[in-house]
T-cell receptor, first 112, second 111 residues
Framework: SQTIHQWPATLVQPVGSPLSLECTVEGTSNPNLYWYRQAAGRGLQLLFYSVGIGQISSEVPQNLSASRPQDRQFILSSKKLLLSDSGFYLC???????????FGSGTRLTVV | QKEVEQDPGPLSVPEGAIVSLNCTYSNSAFQYFMWYRQYSRKGPELLMYTYSSGNKEDGRFTAQVDKSSKYISLFIRDSQPSDSATYLCAMTPAGYSTLTFGKGTMLLVSP
């Protein structure tokens, strides 16, 4: 079975500062990878997904970007954080057995 | 109309009660259906998954899919305080496609 590693678990950043969240996957190769943001009362919002190295699809125009430099590495970045970027960020990978996602443990980002 | 509708709750029940959680959807192309459980400040974990219509049972949990009504349910028997969490439904039309999630129902089971 696959495992998603995400770090850091919590992060407090000032407005205007840069951001880099990393996600790595174990136990699978060439996975479809996803970045979601979860805000209270708003459910899971798909931000980016990737079907392979260097292939990124953006679902929402925003202050964030994503990159996939290696097969099992997915990075979420921002050059300048906004207050509205606060939220719980989740990385996920598709499980080829049941086609659902395996999620990481998430990063709680607070922009102050 | 949203693609997936799910009552946000919270749903409060006493320990031992039978819990029914539901989602409705509008896209008739959905074929794969899942339920995730999410504890506070944790990532969601897959609880149940089913393909097309029918029932699936796993211990105290039963997932039902009624594609004719575009309605899915998760039943929890003999609910426990440890079942207190947010439950999200999810669905997709095909394997390796992006999941569409409900917003989640918060369940509180009191001892």
């Amino acid at each position: 079975s696959q495992t998603i590693h995400q770090w850091p678990a919590t992060l407090v950043q000032p407005v205007g500062s840069p951001l880099s969240l990393e996600c790595t996957v174990e136990g699978t190769s060439n996975p479809n990878l996803y970045w979601y943001r979860q805000a209270a009362g708003r459910g899971l919002q798909l931000l980016f997904y990737s079907v392979g190295i260097g292939q990124i699809s953006s679902e929402v125009p925003q202050n964030l970007s994503a990159s996939r430099p290696q097969d099992r590495q997915f990075i979420l970045s921002s050059k300048k954080l906004l207050l509205s970027d606060s939220g719980f960020y989740l990385c996920a990978s598709i499980d080829g057995i049941h086609y659902g996602y395996t999620f990481g443990s998430g990063t709680r980002l607070t922009v102050v | 109309q949203k693609e997936v509708e799910q009552d946000p709750g919270p749903l409060s029940v006493p320990e031992g009660a039978i819990v029914s959680l539901n989602c409705t959807y509008s896209n008739s192309a959905f074929q794969y259906f899942m339920w995730y459980r999410q504890y506070s400040r944790k990532g969601p974990e897959l609880l149940m998954y089913t393909y097309s219509s029918g029932n699936k049972e796993d211990g105290r949990f039963t997932a039902q899919v009624d594609k004719s009504s575009k309605y899915i349910s998760l039943f929890i028997r003999d609910s426990q305080p440890s079942d207190s969490a947010t439950y999200l439904c999810a669905m997709t039309p095909a394997g390796y496609s992006t999941l569409t999630f409900g917003k989640g129902t918060m369940l509180l089971v009191s001892p």
